[in-house]
């Protein structure tokens, strides 16, 4: 058995193209952060990040290990950690990232119409109009009806209307552990967004180079953060949410960071390097 597992994982690493980067993809080129909280004190956040709202490392509940990052129930507003600002600057104008996370369940509901809530935000320069932007790259909207959408959503100063395309499928909120991927690349105007390792084609933006409107990609981010903010209040104390092996990178290179459960496009597609849980 030890020796037929060992052959399946040479033959996911010659397969995924990951032959010269160690298992862990602690040290692959172009990998700017990657972390599973495991060597983050309980109460606290990874070093080379700040913290906006109450969030922090827990202890018992994670995709993989015993830690993982716990955003704290708030009725409305930002619990994040964000990217140090020469990291978010190494990444250029390309870059691809990941996250698991998971909610806590039954979910709060919203007191209106509906809740805006994102998990991965950055700022930088719209190329189309020189103005500061927020770009949502992991964003949702949740209904009333339980239901909520991924959707792809640039957020421009006072003046300009927010924009993007909102995607068609529904889903409801469970207690298992999502993996979410991104990526955007600022040359060709591209944006692509992944659950479970399945593309979200209709929020994909594919524009070409120097085709801004409807997408905006900025050359350059500013900022980097993740966590969870419902910008709608939320029933009761809000939402719980942790967060779990996390990764960026440039040039595709964090594909070959090992993870746990799920293939997906740029982690191994056809043949991943899997963790096991002792």
Avoid at 52 to 73: F, Q, R
Avoid at 141 to 155: A, C, E, H, R, S
Avoid at 225 to 241: C, M, R
Wanted: aromatic share 10%; glycine share 12%.
């Amino acid at each position: 058995m030890k020796i037929a597992f060992a052959a399946a994982v040479v033959l996911s690493i010659i397969v995924s193209g990951c032959a010269n980067q160690s298992p862990a993809g602690r040290s692959s080129p172009g990998v700017i952060v990657s972390d599973d909280f495991e060597s983050t004190p309980v109460g606290a956040i990874p070093t080379g990040f700040s913290k906006t709202g109450d969030i922090g490392v827990e202890e018992g509940v994670a995709h993989s290990g015993t830690h993982a990052l716990k955003v704290e129930p708030a009725v409305r507003g930002g619990r994040f950690i964000s990217l140090a600002p020469d990291k978010v600057a190494a990444l250029g104008g390309e870059h691809w990232g990941r996250l698991y996370y998971k909610v806590k369940t039954p979910t709060p509901m919203p007191t209106g119409r509906l809740i805006h809530a994102t998990l991965v935000d950055g700022k930088g320069i719209s190329p189309l109009a020189n103005d500061l932007i927020d770009v949502r790259l992991a964003t949702l909207l949740f209904y009333p009806t339980g239901d909520y959408g991924w959707f792809y959503n640039v957020q421009p100063p006072n003046g300009r209307k927010e924009f993007g395309p909102k995607s068609a499928t529904m889903q409801k909120f469970n207690d298992e552990w999502t993996l979410l991927e991104w990526h955007a690349d600022a040359a060709t105007q591209t944006y692509e967004f992944f659950v479970n390792g399945k593309e979200v084609a209709d929020i994909g933006q594919h524009k070409g180079a120097g085709n801004y409107e409807g997408i905006e990609i900025p050359a350059a981010f500013q900022t980097l953060s993740i966590g969870f903010t419902n910008y709608q209040p939320a029933t009761g104390e809000g939402f719980t949410v942790w967060i779990d092996d996390i990764a960026v990178g440039k040039h595709g290179s964090v594909r070959c960071l090992g993870h746990a459960n799920r293939p997906s496009k740029w982690f191994g597609h056809h043949g991943h390097i899997a963790h096991t849980r002792g």
